[in-house]
């Protein structure tokens, strides 16, 4: 369908692929004014109500001279800590895992300097202490699961565990994902494949097969968030969570550069827990849609663990200081808060740098994904759209 819009005085033409189911044209409209003022944009947006797929519509580019399609992936970012934090949940409701488990029985080398009273609920509500490691690391050590781990293990907490909170942006994925492999013996890529995206017969990955690098969007950083990463990187009080981001050199400041960090395909097939999912909007939003209710024949988590998983473990004001609103945590979950809304305040999930959002609604049963390769930073549009999507219901 192609929506025909007047901005500013001007025709503005926004082609959108996909289907809306009657009712929900709102939503795609949304979707459509999130291209305004934005060239060379692409995005897509899925939606499903009780396992049903309501919007399912995808536009723009997906690199230079490349179209986004159906098919089109793309780093999804922080997206993949709820993943994890799915994992885990599994994890717990089979009872290889606990929430209160501390962390060195599952992976005794975790207790040096310090770290050994550290319970999984501290790992996954980031209030470990790691938000940054105090050694740089190198691409090369990057792109090894083995030589991260064994970073953390050393690394001496900025706090006593559990006694303060600061997000921990890519360090959250090693410290969630060496535990997982620890109670499971697999890895986190051939965990995630077993246990979620060959059982939904989805499109995501944490780590691809060399095939996919083909479909795969090129991230681009939009001006706000240019500016971000330009004041965070000056800022001299502001060190360690600039560390915290780039791992000391590991990743560029915005993440992405041309051909560079999350646009390196070496990095998209690396497990890189945090931040190194790739996925399609629809497979997103089809593995939160299973959180809450059947989807594709699957269900993949219970509503006992989704209690418990979905209770506020850190809010309020965070160790390193930063101007709020502040998020909301569960275990490794992103709750509805000032600094992200669902469509009602017991939605859960998790959003990514750039303006991925993806969650879940227990209540209306809803799965919902918001991918694109334009990076911004204080984003909105996938706050307008599920603005939206709260509308329609």
Same mark, same amino acid.
């Given at each position: 369908?192609?929506?025909? @819009?007047?901005?500013? #005085?001007?025709?503005?033409?926004?082609?959108?692929?996909?289907?809306?189911?009657?009712?929900?044209?709102?939503?795609?409209?949304?979707?459509?004014?999130?291209?305004?003022?934005?060239?060379?944009?692409?995005?897509?947006?899925?939606? *499903? =109500?009780?396992?049903?797929?309501?919007?399912?519509?995808?536009?723009?580019?997906?690199?230079?001279?490349?179209?986004?399609? &159906?098919?089109?992936?793309?780093?999804?970012?922080?997206?993949?800590?709820?993943? $994890?934090?799915?994992?885990?949940?599994?994890?717990?409701?089979?009872?290889?895992?606990?929430?209160?488990?501390?962390?060195?029985?599952?992976?005794?080398?975790?207790?040096?300097?310090?770290?050994?009273?550290?319970?999984?609920?501290? +790992?996954?509500?980031?209030?470990?202490?790691?938000?940054?490691?105090?050694?740089?690391?190198? @691409?090369?050590?990057?792109?090894?699961?083995?030589?991260?781990?064994?970073?953390?293990?050393?690394?001496?907490?900025?706090?006593?565990?559990?006694?303060?909170?600061?997000?921990?942006?890519?360090?959250?994925?090693?410290?969630?994902?060496?535990?997982?492999?620890?109670?499971?013996?697999?890895?986190? @890529?051939?965990?995630?494949?077993?246990?979620?995206?060959?059982?939904?017969?989805?499109?995501?990955?944490?780590?691809?097969?060399?095939? =996919?690098?083909?479909?795969?969007?090129?991230?681009?950083?939009?001006?706000?968030?240019?500016?971000?990463?330009?004041? *965070?990187?000056?800022?001299?009080?502001?060190?360690?969570?600039?560390?915290?981001?780039? +791992?000391?050199?590991?990743?560029?400041?915005?993440?992405?550069?041309?051909?560079?960090?999350?646009?390196?395909?070496?990095?998209? @097939?690396?497990?890189?827990?945090?931040?190194?999912?790739?996925?399609?909007?629809?497979?997103?939003?089809? =593995?939160?849609?299973?959180?809450?209710?059947?989807?594709? #024949?699957?269900?993949?988590?219970?509503?006992?663990?989704?209690?418990?998983?979905?209770?506020?473990?850190?809010?309020?004001?965070?160790?390193?200081?930063?101007?709020?609103?502040?998020?909301?945590?569960? $275990?490794?979950?992103?709750?509805?808060?000032?600094?992200?809304?669902?469509?009602?305040?017991?939605?859960?999930?998790?959003?990514?740098?750039? #303006?991925?959002?993806?969650?879940?609604?227990?209540?209306?049963?809803?799965?919902?994904?918001?991918?694109?390769?334009? $990076?911004?930073?204080?984003?909105?549009? #996938?706050? &307008?759209?599920?603005?939206?999507?709260?509308?329609? +219901?």
């Amino acid at each position: 369908m192609a929506i025909d @819009r007047e901005r500013d #005085g001007g025709a503005v033409n926004t082609r959108i692929d996909g289907a809306v189911e009657a009712g929900f044209g709102g939503v795609a409209d949304a979707f459509a004014r999130a291209f305004d003022g934005r060239k060379g944009m692409g995005a897509a947006l899925s939606v *499903l =109500v009780d396992g049903k797929t309501i919007v399912d519509v995808w536009a723009g580019e997906a690199g230079p001279d490349a179209a986004w399609k &159906a098919e089109t992936a793309s780093v999804i970012f922080s997206c993949t800590k709820g993943l $994890m934090a799915i994992l885990v949940a599994q994890c717990v409701e089979q009872g290889s895992i606990g929430y209160d488990d501390l962390v060195v029985d599952h992976w005794p080398e975790f207790a040096r300097n310090g770290k050994e009273s550290t319970r999984v609920r501290h +790992l996954l509500a980031h209030r470990a202490g790691v938000p940054a490691l105090r050694r740089p690391l190198s @691409r090369a050590q990057l792109l090894d699961f083995a030589q991260v781990v064994a970073e953390v293990e050393q690394s001496e907490p900025f706090w006593a565990p559990g006694t303060a909170y600061a997000y921990h942006p890519i360090t959250h994925g090693w410290l969630v994902g060496e535990v997982l492999r620890r109670a499971t013996g697999l890895s986190v @890529r051939e965990l995630f494949d077993r246990a979620i995206s060959s059982p939904l017969g989805v499109d995501a990955w944490i780590g691809i097969p060399p095939a =996919v690098e083909e479909r795969v969007a090129t991230m681009s950083i939009g001006a706000t968030l240019a500016d971000a990463t330009a004041r *965070l990187v000056e800022d001299p009080q502001n060190h360690w969570p600039a560390q915290a981001m780039t +791992l000391g050199g590991a990743l560029p400041a915005a993440l992405v550069g041309p051909g560079s960090g999350f646009n390196d395909p070496a990095l998209h @097939r690396a497990i890189i827990p945090g931040a190194g999912g790739v996925a399609t909007a629809r497979a997103l939003a089809t =593995v939160w849609s299973a959180t809450v209710t059947q989807t594709n #024949g699957h269900r993949l988590i219970g509503e006992d663990v989704r209690m418990e998983a979905t209770s506020v473990q850190s809010a309020g004001e965070p160790f390193f200081t930063a101007p709020g609103p502040w998020p909301a945590w569960g $275990m490794g979950f992103q709750l509805d808060s000032g600094a992200r809304r669902y469509v009602t305040p017991q939605g859960f999930g998790h959003d990514g740098a750039g #303006g991925q959002v993806a969650f879940a609604e227990p209540e209306a049963k809803i799965g919902f994904a918001f991918l694109t390769n334009m $990076m911004e930073a204080g984003d909105d549009r #996938g706050t &307008a759209i599920v603005d939206a999507l709260r509308n329609a +219901l």
